[in-house]
């Protein structure tokens, strides 16, 4: 018998070996990814079969539409491009004629998604969506009205408009029944757009020269900062899923291996975080020199250092009867609760401050008409003050939820206190460190500095536990989860990065993701109900806003508008991440870090 014969695996080896792949892999998958995803999912059962079939269809069109954005130079490289008037020169100014019919198609299933939605949501929420509609069909079929000779075309194009308000005033206290008014509200939006549509096609036909799409372009980016929301909240779900996936990981390990696994598996990964870390601060070293890095990394010291602060405070302040506990799973839904308000605090003020130098610019022209003397100067003045304003507003933001950390603090929710409190430390002390500020000398650019304190940070923890023979199996599975999360937010540069090999479509990659993520976690929120937001209410809203978002988006990715494809195409996404995500991650850091030997575990 040779020695490859005595060494062959038998059956019962075979079937062993089998069994652990499958703990390992499909029975982990299946009692932790699985598990976690289908309570986040939109649980459709219970509503009528007409209604499901509408919210798939919206589903459907959303995946496929992602698809459209990981592949959207192919509407380019399928169909004829047309030069796209009044755009922004270079290769933007060529359209995929395919583009147009596909978007104005989006563009009206999104906004009857939503118009349901408002239909019988809270009088507040029904009047903006109404108006925001309007607003956006009074803009697009405006040039209709104008260029149809006679009463009809101007009759019929303002019937239309009046259709969707008087719907809503004949609806407003009667029983929903969505699928007549979803059915009601398709026909008239897609009448609306498609008579603006044909109006501006005729006039392509008789001068000859596509103004369409100029227009059409021109409409679209107006409302591009309805989208900007939602792709801030995209980096909510990115921290979300690093959470997440990390817990999946360290959940596989603590179940299907021995207890002791989690030893020899904590040891490698921290070794191969703590060899990349110092790797890349020895090439910063040499790109530049050992004074400018020290600078930049005792300023990337003080975020590690903050959210330590922060968390002691909270934990330190006097714990009444009525204080809410401070865990992890409160901190995650407390970041997941608050972080959707934040972003609508950033935003708001920009359309606001928006409006409001277009106002006074109108006025400013008319009263210079009619004043020959006005000064200049003064006008000037005050269009200069609300830029400013628009600059100093985030100041204000972040002192503003600082103080409502305080407020969160004395009424005992500690779990909101630490997020609140955690973001504002954060950026209050990036805008110290910023360009101009008092701070600017230890500015750091890049998320490589703070990792590095990190993964250095969780080093010296788990070496002074082990030395003091405190670091327990439990211990030793929470620091494996903090520093697989440090490992999995460095993945984010790989995935915004437009020369990675996988992901190389200006950051999209990220976007994409995150908008599949957030589908498959909504579920939490669509599947509730109140009277001011009933249950199909909720999934006819998020559709619509969602399907108006990734529209917009494939509309900048594919026709390259130099302008804005940075922005949407991933910037926005990585900014929502480091303004309202990594917050709530490094709350969790300090939350893990801070309990009992043998705590509440991993997840």
Do not use: C
Not at 275 to 287: A, F, K
């Amino acid at each position: 018998m040779t020695i490859f014969q005595r060494i062959r695996p038998t059956r019962t080896t075979l079937a062993t070996l089998v069994g652990l792949l499958w703990a390992l892999s499909f029975g982990a998958a299946r009692d932790f990814v699985w598990a976690d995803l289908r309570t986040g999912m939109v649980d459709l059962r219970g509503l009528p079969r007409v209604t499901r079939v509408l919210v798939w269809l919206g589903f459907l069109l959303r995946f496929a539409m992602v698809g459209a954005l990981i592949f959207n130079d192919l509407w380019r490289a399928e169909f004829e491009l047309l030069p796209l008037y009044a755009g922004t020169p270079g290769r933007g100014e060529l359209i995929p004629l395919a583009l147009v019919p596909a978007t104005l198609f989006l563009l009206t299933m999104a906004w009857t998604f939503a118009l349901a939605g408002a239909l019988h949501s809270h009088w507040l929420l029904r009047l903006v969506v109404l108006g925001l509609y309007m607003f956006v069909a009074t803009t697009w079929t405006g040039i209709s009205a104008q260029g149809r000779s006679g009463l009809l075309g101007p009759l019929l194009v303002w019937g239309l408009l009046v259709a969707v308000p008087f719907f809503f005033v004949l609806r407003w206290r009667r029983r929903a029944r969505p699928i007549a008014e979803f059915v009601f509200l398709l026909l008239v939006v897609a009448a609306t757009f498609a008579l603006a549509q044909a109006q501006a096609v005729t006039l392509w036909r008789i001068s000859g020269v596509p103004l369409v799409l100029g227009s059409l372009n021109t409409n679209v980016l107006a409302f591009s900062g309805l989208a900007m929301p939602f792709l801030l909240l995209i980096g909510m779900d990115i921290a979300g899923f690093v959470q997440q996936a990390a817990g999946w990981v360290t959940g596989i390990i603590a179940t299907r291996l021995t207890r002791w696994a989690v030893y020899p598996v904590l040891l490698a990964l921290l070794g191969w975080r703590l060899r990349d870390v110092v790797s890349e601060t020895l090439t910063l070293i040499q790109e530049s020199s050992l004074r400018a890095v020290a600078a930049s990394y005792m300023g990337a010291l003080g975020v590690p250092l903050l959210v330590g602060l922060a968390w002691w405070f909270v934990s330190r302040w006097r714990k009444g009867a009525a204080a809410t506990p401070l865990t992890t799973e409160g901190i995650t839904e407390a970041g997941e609760k608050n972080a959707p308000w934040l972003i609508l605090a950033f935003q708001g003020y920009q359309v606001v401050s928006l409006v409001l130098l277009v106002l006074f610019g109108a006025v400013g022209a008319i009263a210079i008409i009619f004043l020959e003397d006005l000064p200049l100067a003064q006008v000037q003045k005050v269009a200069t003050q609300l830029v400013v304003g628009q600059l100093y507003w985030p100041i204000v933001i972040k002192v503003v939820a600082l103080a409502v950390a305080f407020w969160f603090l004395r009424r005992e929710w500690r779990a909101p206190a630490l997020y609140l409190g955690t973001f504002a430390a954060m950026q209050l002390w990036f805008e110290l460190a910023a360009p101009g500020r008092p701070l600017a000398n230890i500015a750091w650019r890049g998320a490589g500095p703070v990792d590095f304190w990190w993964v250095v940070i969780l080093a010296l923890i788990g070496l002074f536990w082990l030395l003091r023979r405190e670091l327990t199996a439990a211990r030793a599975g929470r620091l494996l989860l903090i520093v697989l999360m440090t490992a999995l937010l460095r993945q984010t540069d790989f995935i915004s990065d437009p020369f990675s090999p996988f992901f190389g479509f200006a950051g999209i990659g990220l976007v994409a993701f995150g908008i599949v993520w957030d589908a498959l976690t909504i579920g939490s929120w669509a599947n509730a109900s109140s009277p001011a937001l009933p249950r199909v209410s909720r999934i006819f809203l998020y559709l619509g806003y969602v399907l108006f978002t990734v529209t917009i988006v494939n509309w900048v990715l594919t026709t390259h508008n130099l302008s804005y494809v940075e922005t949407f195409g991933g910037e926005l996404s990585l900014g929502g991440l480091g303004l309202f995500g990594k917050p709530m991650l490094y709350a969790v850091f300090a939350a893990l870090l801070a309990q009992p030997p043998e705590g509440e575990g991993t997840r």
